[in-house]
């Protein structure tokens, strides 16, 4: 596509409910990211994705967050039990494997937890 | 460890005036790279620019300027004579060349321009 898309653009879940989260990235982007940014904070680094390669999860807060994606297509991120503090932005940016190597940035899922 | 501070949270200037924007980083690699994102109150990050660490020239686009300092590790945006459509979070980061790739983000600074 033409950009990143993400979906929802917003949800508003309770509190100890699952919800995904979807990435698609731009085609031929070999890279892909999920940041967490809470309200006025700054981004934090969730996972990352490199074509075929193990993902790099060390930003993955807890085990309920887990993440997703086939190839070099759409990724989900997943949160289970739902809490509170879950409450931000997620975004989820896309980048090519050469290049200039600037990361191109969806314009996030806003999740509520209630 | 990599990590990215911005120790403004929040700049506010009156339009035409010139503000800086500071950014210094902590890493252990030799070659990185270095890259300024601005956050419009949309909420979409847009890429300003990308900075390699071997190449230490600073950088003007327009009323951008960037001054990269690898002694000091800075890397410092300024945006001569703002316009209150500069108002926006400004997001410093750093990215690693090897081992993946991965971005880490400084806190951001809140800028205010205002007319």
């Known amino acids: 596509g033409a950009g990143v898309s993400q979906s929802p653009s917003n949800k508003v879940t309770e509190k100890g409910k699952d919800v995904e989260l979807r990435c698609d990235p731009i085609?031929?982007?070999?890279?892909l990211y999920w940041y967490r940014q809470r309200l006025g904070q700054g981004l934090e680094f969730l996972i990352y994705?490199?074509?075929?390669?193990?993902?790099?999860k060390s930003g993955l807060p807890s085990d309920r967050f887990s993440a997703e994606r086939t190839g070099e297509s759409v990724s989900t991120l997943t949160i289970q039990r739902t809490q509170q503090e879950d409450s931000a932005v997620y975004l989820c940016?896309?980048?090519?494997?050469?290049?200039?190597?600037?990361?191109?940035f969806g314009q996030g899922t806003r999740l509520t937890v209630v | 460890a990599q990590k990215v501070t911005q120790a403004q949270t929040e700049i506010s200037v009156v339009e035409k005036e010139d503000v800086t924007l500071d950014c210094v980083y902590e890493?252990?690699?030799?070659?990185?790279?270095l890259f300024w994102y601005k956050q419009p109150p949309s909420g979409e990050l847009v890429f300003l620019i990308r900075r390699n660490s071997f190449d230490e020239q600073n950088e003007i686009s327009g009323r951008y300027s960037w001054n990269f300092q690898k002694s000091t590790s800075s890397f410092n945006f300024t945006i001569t004579a703002s316009q209150v459509v500069d108002s926006a979070v400004y997001f410093c980061?750093?990215?690693?060349?090897?081992?993946?790739?991965?971005?880490?983000f400084g806190a951001g600074t809140r800028l205010f321009v205002k007319a």
């Open positions: 940016a896309s980048r090519s494997g050469t290049g200039a190597y600037r990361a191109f």
């Open positions: 994705f490199q074509g075929n390669s193990a993902p790099d």
């Open positions: 980061a750093l990215s690693r060349i090897t081992g993946g790739f991965k971005t880490i």
């Open positions: 085609s031929g982007h070999t890279a």
């Open positions: 890493t252990r690699d030799t070659t990185y790279y």
